[in-house]
């Protein structure tokens, strides 16, 4: 059973940025490739960003590539989201994931974090 706990967040304002954390217990981090999905206000959940365990291959949702960048730190068995040039569009509650497949889809994801909240505006 993995736990994953997520920090960071909050207010910003367009253009700013901000980092997220999800720290895993419980399992092998390595083995699992890791996931931040986004739900706005109304929308769908949907996958912003998402990292293979060990090799380091990322790939990011269009609206947010060159903006967001994911990494992890297996040592530390925490993923991170750094988020610059904020849009209030990227208003949304953030949730990291885990999952054995490398996969879109959020009904693949086993483990899932509380969920933080992100919001951008002046």
């Known amino acids: 059973q993995v736990q994953l706990v997520q920090s960071g967040g909050g207010l910003v304002q367009p253009g700013g940025s901000l980092r997220l954390s999800c720290a895993a217990s419980?399992?092998?981090?390595?083995?699992?490739?890791m996931a931040w999905f986004r739900q706005g206000p109304g929308k769908e959940r949907e996958l912003a960003a998402r990292i293979t365990g060990t090799s380091g291959v990322k790939d990011y949702t269009d609206s947010v590539k060159g903006r967001f960048t994911i990494s992890r730190d297996n040592a530390e068995n925490t993923v991170y989201l750094q988020m610059n040039n904020l849009k209030p569009e990227d208003t949304a509650t953030y949730y990291c994931a885990a999952s054995s497949s490398w996969t879109l889809v959020p009904g693949r994801y086993v483990y899932w974090g509380q969920g933080t909240q992100v919001t951008v505006s002046s």
């Open positions: 419980g399992g092998t981090f390595s083995r699992y490739y």
